[in-house]
């Protein structure tokens, strides 16, 4: 965990300076990744160097911010945009298996809203908690992989307002590549935080922001409660009807996109957890409580399939963080690596 403030550079230079050793770790796993998917580099130079531009002119802060956590970490700038400009992502399917719920109102046991999300990969990034402050009194609190800005897995602002993504990955939907130019690798959570004050607006951010893939998001502030699945050309909503249920893995329910998930057989996860999840929230439903949520997240039900992810034959992908944050409590916890492993709870009946 890093408490940072000031300006983005500033910032920057404290999260290098501070999570140096685990930013390497991340930049080899990366190479690592790179490598045994045989990526063509000079193709992926390319793209990183013309998105770089679009960051640099678009989006200076986050540009800023980078500058800052290479010259911090001592570490050399191409190595951080490698982390920032996540492209290794796309050199295959499923790489991004994340499961998020959200419960309020009447859903929980005290009325507080809870927002939980498992993010797992099969590049093990090491995640970092990133307390910022900065000069206009703004605070963000985000869960990303240390290193990287551009895509949280989670976060929340002081204006009241949190988010968390699921990935969607399918042959129906491939990336947009030569969007490099103009557009986001994935929608910028970070940016989100930065500029919005209410849901209302992060909906209307998430409607307009250029992309290159389409992923799930949850959306929430005291007043509203949203769910978008977008593709990198569409947006389908769903609000919270009053239920105070909110969740998804890794592919769409709408009407709208559902014609692009991928076969069950294809990619069976992403239905046997969205199943399961719904089997426990309807369990717990009307009590659920804060443990509850970090119990049905160190699920190991269906295997392979299972919510909390561990590596496996075939199924390489691990969980390598589990956050929450309680919206009225302004709160974010965090276990770093399987919730199973940090969450120990003993049960009298």
């Known amino acids: 965990m890093v408490k940072v403030k000031g300006t983005p550079y500033e910032q920057g230079v404290m999260q290098g300076t501070e999570l140096r050793e685990v930013i390497l770790h991340n930049i080899r796993e ?153 557009s986001h690798i994935f929608l910028n959570v970070h940016l989100l935080l930065a500029k919005c004050r209410t849901a209302g607006e992060a909906l209307e951010y998430v409607k307009n922001s250029p992309r290159m893939n389409g992923l799930n998001i949850i959306i929430v502030d005291r007043e509203d409660a949203w769910l978008a699945e977008m593709t990198r050309d569409e947006v389908s909503i769903e609000k919270d009807n009053g239920s105070g249920i909110l969740f998804r893995t890794n592919h769409y329910r709408s009407e709208r996109l559902s014609h692009l998930n991928p076969e069950e057989t294809e990619y069976p996860s992403t239905y046997f957890r969205y199943r399961r999840m719904e089997e426990m929230l309807g369990k717990q439903y009307g009590r659920i409580r804060f443990q509850d949520l970090f119990r049905i997240m160190s699920d190991h039900e269906n295997g392979v399939n299972a919510i909390c992810r561990h590596p496996q034959e075939g199924a390489p992908s691990r969980t390598i963080s589990t956050s929450l944050f309680v919206l009225e409590d302004g709160e974010a916890w965090t276990t770093l690596g399987n919730p199973c492993d940090s969450l120990k709870y003993a049960l009298l009946k």
């Not at 500058?67 to 050399?76: L, M, N, V, Y």
């Open 30 to 182: 990366v190479g690592k990744k790179m490598a045994s998917d045989h990526v063509d580099m000079v193709r992926y130079e390319e793209f990183v160097k013309k998105n770089a531009a679009f960051l640099k002119q678009a989006h200076s802060d986050i540009f800023e911010e980078m500058k800052g956590i290479s010259d911090g970490a001592e570490i050399p700038f191409d190595d951080i945009l490698m982390l920032n400009i996540p492209a290794y992502f796309m050199t295959g399917y499923f790489n991004q298996e994340c499961s998020m719920i959200m419960a309020r109102g009447k859903a929980t046991a005290d009325g507080c809203t809870y927002v939980i999300k498992n993010r797992d990969m099969s590049t093990y990034i090491e995640q970092a908690v990133i307390e910022r402050e900065y000069p206009d009194g703004l605070k963000i609190v985000e869960i990303n992989g240390a290193g990287t800005v551009t895509y949280p897995a989670s976060g929340m602002n002081s204006y009241g307002v949190g988010v968390t993504t699921t990935g969607f990955w399918s042959a129906k939907a491939p990336s947009d590549l030569e969007a490099a130019e103009y």
